[in-house]
């Protein structure tokens, strides 16, 4: 054996022994590294590993790992090169689940291949990043070598409900079109199976509350979830998801991972019409606060290389030299830039200390998350929502040079009078709600509703949606109605109905506010709203807005968008949003005039 064999042989068991590995800087274009895992006979051989840099279209086919940092602390030594390369904990039993016995292994890693402490390296790489794992052969999510148990039952979960799929895809009376993909039986096996306990395990793994994998998962060609001893195609475990969620009805819909999205075509049949076009830019990042990431600025970086379809996407260089709120601004003055619209401004998420801040009010910041995860709720925003428009001028949307404000054209409708607490999913109970609709009965502000006054405080709390079969729901909320007038006692056989009602709408305003304006009307805002503040809507949104008044005159901190309901009713009695159709512009009867206004 020679001197340099024996000399790597120490370094790979005492890798601490050797010089500390050093990057070279990386060519200018379009070159990356990646690394080759050096084969091992035993799981308590110690990792080795060579790092080369080419240009992406010339690596050798290569695997991308997908896994969570967890850890930042770098104390774990393997060899690379020859030299002592310090990685965290969760990577070292990663690499340790991936590597081979009998043949190295070509992967790229992002803690690896990357120069985590070259900032100008770090944005350069991360712009690559979407390429690089779609130029991938497989991507490999590391869910970690625990789980021994689990695993192969919900492989075999997986399974099952795969053969199911694809004999009802190839039935002859099967179609693509929404909702036909039917229901299972009672007796369905598939509802009895043991696997749905492990497969709840699987979702509550770290991993799914990661930011970055949403662009890992989607973009491979390929995609393995490698647990324990066990691997398991990524697409058979959301064709799993989507139909336990959707047809089984066996898991609670609690992942954002999914809805970011996955490229299942059978989702099509599970969902609700519409419901299946790909998520537009701002969906995303609003669905990616429910995610983790560890620097502020990936909330807008990770989701750069999803597939768009013909939708915008920002042209954003990733830079981590440039602070993350100046990312969110220059985002938020490109989208307007480009798009021409306001759609952004329903994406906001401000608190007493975003309205406090010298930073403009009017800029979402990606890194708060204030409201309910069912998405589209409480910003008051949908694709399908009608836009507001002047009668006499075309919308307005002038950003100022330094960035700091945005001219908008709009129309002061209202005063907020009245504000309840802010609501909270954990502590606000039905009694709670019960006294402020005592309070709220007994206040001297004209009502301009046709129906009953509680009919249209209760309305309030449905957030413009309801969910589910038409009649189970209102049967709840009839139930709710008679909980609130102090109508049902504990002993009777709607009380559940009631209660299971507030439980739902609670996690719907949490951190939101009950208001009644000047006129009358009953509202819900953001939790930061108070009395004083102005309600108004802005030409080319969805709904009203909070505004606050600045010591500059015509200019305004934006507290957000706004329900307010409207005089008219629906076809089943219900007061409709103000400002969700024509005939639902209450304010056009009021006089007031237009004017052009600074959000700041």
């Known amino acids: 054996m020679s001197e340099q064999q024996i000399r790597l042989g120490t370094l790979a068991e005492n890798p601490q022994q050797g010089h500390k590995y050093e990057y070279k800087s990386l060519p200018v274009g379009g070159f990356a590294r990646y690394l080759v895992l050096q084969p091992a006979s035993s799981d308590t051989d110690p990792l080795v590993c060579n790092l080369y840099t080419a240009r992406l279209e010339e690596f050798p086919p290569f695997e991308a790992i997908s896994y969570v940092w967890g850890s930042s602390a770098k104390n774990r030594p393997i060899t690379c090169d020859g030299n002592a390369f310090y990685i965290t904990e969760n990577l070292l039993e990663a690499l340790h689940q991936v590597r081979l016995v009998n043949k190295p292994r070509t992967l790229w890693v992002d803690l690896i291949c990357i120069n985590q402490t070259d900032a100008e390296e770090r944005g350069h790489q991360v712009s690559m990043m979407g390429q690089i794992y779609k130029t991938s052969i497989c991507t490999l999510i590391c869910m970690g070598i625990s789980d021994r148990v689990h695993a192969p039952i919900v492989a075999d979960l997986v399974s099952k409900v795969d053969s199911m ?4 895809f190839g039935r002859a009376d099967f179609s693509w079109r929404p909702r036909s993909f039917p229901f299972p039986s009672d007796s369905d096996p598939l509802l009895s199976h043991g696997g749905w306990e492990s497969f709840n395990v699987l979702l509550q793994k770290p991993w799914f509350g990661r930011g970055w994998v949403v662009q890992e998962a989607a973009l491979g060609t390929q995609t393995l979830v490698l647990w324990a001893n066990t691997a398991i195609d990524w697409l058979k475990i959301v064709q799993t998801y989507i139909w336990g969620i959707h047809r089984a009805l066996m898991l609670p819909n609690i992942q954002k991972t999914v809805a970011v999205r996955s490229p299942f075509r059978g989702a099509v049949t599970f969902r609700l019409e519409g419901a299946i076009q790909p998520l537009k830019f701002l969906e995303r990042l609003d669905c990616a606060r429910w995610l983790d990431f560890t620097d502020p600025r990936d909330r807008i970086y990770a989701l750069l290389g999803l597939p768009s379809g013909n939708e915008w996407v920002p042209t954003l260089k990733p830079s981590y030299m440039v602070p993350d709120m100046h990312i969110y601004r220059d985002f938020a003055c490109e989208y307007l830039r480009i798009s021409q619209d306001l759609d952004i401004l329903h994406f906001l998420h401000n608190d007493d200390s975003t309205l406090a801040s010298e930073f403009a009010s009017w800029i979402p910041r990606w890194n708060i998350r204030l409201y309910s995860s069912y998405s589209g709720t409480l910003n008051n925003y949908s694709r399908f929502s009608r836009c507001i428009v002047s009668q006499v001028s075309s919308p307005k949307i002038m950003v100022s040079s330094d960035q700091t404000t945005l001219e908008v054209r709009a129309i002061l409708l209202d005063t907020v009078a009245f504000t309840s607490a802010k609501f909270d999913q954990s502590s606000t109970t039905s009694e709670d709600v019960a006294s402020l609709w005592e309070t709220v009965s007994t206040l001297p502000n004209p009502l301009p509703y046709l129906s009953s006054p509680l009919k249209a405080f209760v309305t309030i709390f ?14 709840r909320q009839s139930a709710y109605m008679r909980l609130l007038s102090r109508n049902l006692s504990r002993e009777d056989v709607s009380y559940g ?22 006129r ?5 805002a953001p939790g930061v ?7 108004c809507v802005i030409f080319g949104t969805k709904s009203p807005f909070i505004l606050r008044k600045t010591d500059k005159v015509g200019h305004y901190k934006v507290v957000g968008s706004a329900l307010i309901l409207s005089k008219e009713i629906d076809h089943n009695g219900y007061p409709m949003a103000l400002g969700s159709e024509e005939n639902c512009e209450d304010w056009v009867e009021w006089g007031l005039d237009e004017e052009d206004i600074f959000l700041c």
């Open 529 to 535: 709203v108070q009395e004083g503040d102005i309600c």
């Open 165 to 168: 799929t694809q004999d009802v």
């Open 462 to 475: 449905r957030c413009g949606v309801y969910r589910g079969v038409f009649t189970e729901w209102e049967t």
């Open 497 to 518: 109905d009631a209660e299971a009602f507030h439980t739902s709408k609670m996690e719907d305003v949490h951190n939101k506010r009950f208001l009644v304006t000047n």
């Open 520 to 524: 009358g009307y009953y509202g819900l």
